[in-house]
């Protein structure tokens, strides 16, 4: 195989096959180097999946994508130890075409991406670990060295997408100190159940998918949980921030099997047999933690540009990734056709993220990541609203009905929530959702 290409691209999970798929489409040399035996093979997954980004890349994409289910119902649950409020929608809409939102397998789903940039002309290496960058002797990157022997790949472009702890980037010295607070650690079961049991208990039919999102129910750690829904299995996990899972010294499976025993989350699993367990840490801080995206001869996209929309209200992260490697793509192709493929000629790809969703999205939100983690709206909050709900529907005849105003009132200064608190985290509510 020759070593000489166009560009490489570290790392074949959803970003790094459509930036392959962009190039070898225009007709550029590309290789795609996934460490894993196939594309997928490393990855977790137990959330959820929006394509709509894929309409350009892969028209009607919903016609071969390997989905589990199409998410018709959104629920968003709030838990205390005894308590759970729940706000749920489904839509009828989300189960036809374009779809909205699916639950499938990373394996599934990533190996399917690559298919399409080996069948567009990509040269696929799996089983290979990329570890170092090449470098001309002014600094600009011109390839990877690999654990094969004689495993060296040369190239004018390098585009990481080697995932969160990006080694590519953080040797680029594109990252600044590593902050602990900036990640969480995902934990996963996915538990089999029959899918006609999987459509009662979630009252769904067909290919009709559940999403729920938690807030609480983590042990006193600050993260949130979830409960997603596949074809005959469901994915029940909790995600956890790295600084205070380690202050606790509480292991994460204890904290899962917690939530997995709540009133309710535990009648929706009953009977069902853990096939899966796994891990995987998230960058959870957004824009405040993104590193630098270029540099002479380097891209950074996907997790390993922090492009995980942890906001919630919206977690995303997958379209976030194969954006950026479409938009990587491109910019490496324009940037290979003029010749220069310095920072400089690689600006087009900043450009086109700052003119899409992928950073304006990630610029509105950038403060709603430690908003959310915060301990207030941790575990202050939680209990807070779910004891005001408690209180109005108390029925407590023969006394009088109080009013909310009275009800939140009491139950502010109960949980220890000051006004400027409350006030201060709602402005930032505002200006990040509004």
């Known amino acids: 195989m020759s070593t000489d290409f166009d560009a490489i691209v570290v790392g074949a999970g959803p970003a790094g096959s459509c930036a392959a798929i962009v ?46 289910r199409w998410v018709t119902r959104r629920s968003t649950m709030l838990l205390t130890d005894t308590q759970a409020l729940t706000i749920d929608f489904r839509s009828q809409n989300w189960g036809a075409p374009p779809y909205n939102g699916a639950t499938a397998y990373r394996p599934d789903f990533d190996a399917w991406l690559a298919d399409h940039a080996v069948a567009a002309g990509a040269v696929l290496v799996t089983s290979t670990t990329v570890t170092g960058l090449i470098r001309h002797t002014n600094g600009a990157v011109t390839g990877v060295h690999t654990d094969r022997p004689d ?50 208990r979630f009252a769904v039919t067909d290919r009709e998918g559940v999403d729920i999102e ?14 997603y829904t596949q074809l005959d299995t469901v994915a029940v996990g909790v995600v956890l921030k790295l600084s205070k899972l380690a202050a606790q010294k509480t292991r994460p499976e204890q904290i899962l099997a917690k939530l997995k025993a709540h009133p309710a989350i535990a009648p929706l699993i009953k009977g069902g047999e853990i096939k899966e367990y796994s891990a995987h840490v998230i ?40 954006a950026s ?17 310095n920072a400089s000629g690689l600006a087009g790809y900043r450009k086109r993220l700052e003119n899409t969703f992928v950073l304006q999205d990630h610029k509105k939100l950038r403060h709603a990541p430690h908003l959310v983690l915060s301990d207030r709206v941790q575990h202050l909050y939680p209990q807070m609203v779910a004891n005001l709900v408690e209180r109005m529907f108390t029925v407590d005849n023969p006394k009088p009905k109080p009013g909310i105003r009275r009800i939140l009132k009491q139950e502010r200064k109960r949980a220890g929530v000051k006004l400027s608190d409350l006030a201060r985290d709602g402005w930032t509510g505002f200006r990040s959702f509004g």
């Open 151 to 200: 495993g060296d790949l040369t190239a004018p472009i390098v585009i990481a997408c080697d995932g969160v702890n990006s080694f590519l980037a953080k040797e680029a010295g594109l990252y600044p100190d590593v902050d602990a607070d900036n990640y969480t650690l995902g934990v996963k079961e996915t538990i089999s159940l029959p899918k006609e049991t999987i459509d009662e």
């Open 23 to 68: 190039l070898a489409r225009a007709g550029k040399r590309v290789a795609l180097i996934e460490r894993g035996p196939f594309a997928g093979s490393k990855n977790m997954y137990g959330g959820v999946v929006y394509p709509r980004i894929l309409d350009e890349l892969i028209p009607n994409w919903w016609e071969e994508a390997p989905i589990q």
């Open 325 to 341: 490697g479409m938009y990587a793509g491109e910019a490496a192709v324009e940037a290979i056709e003029s010749g220069n493929c």
């Open 214 to 227: 938690i807030l609480g129910g983590t042990n006193g750690v600050n993260g949130g949980g979830f409960v």
């Open 283 to 322: 960058p959870e801080a957004g824009y405040e933690m993104m590193p630098k995206l270029t540099a002479d001869g380097l891209m950074v996209a996907g997790d390993a540009a922090a492009m995980c929309l942890a906001a919630g209200i919206w977690l995303e992260g997958v379209n976030f990734a194969m």
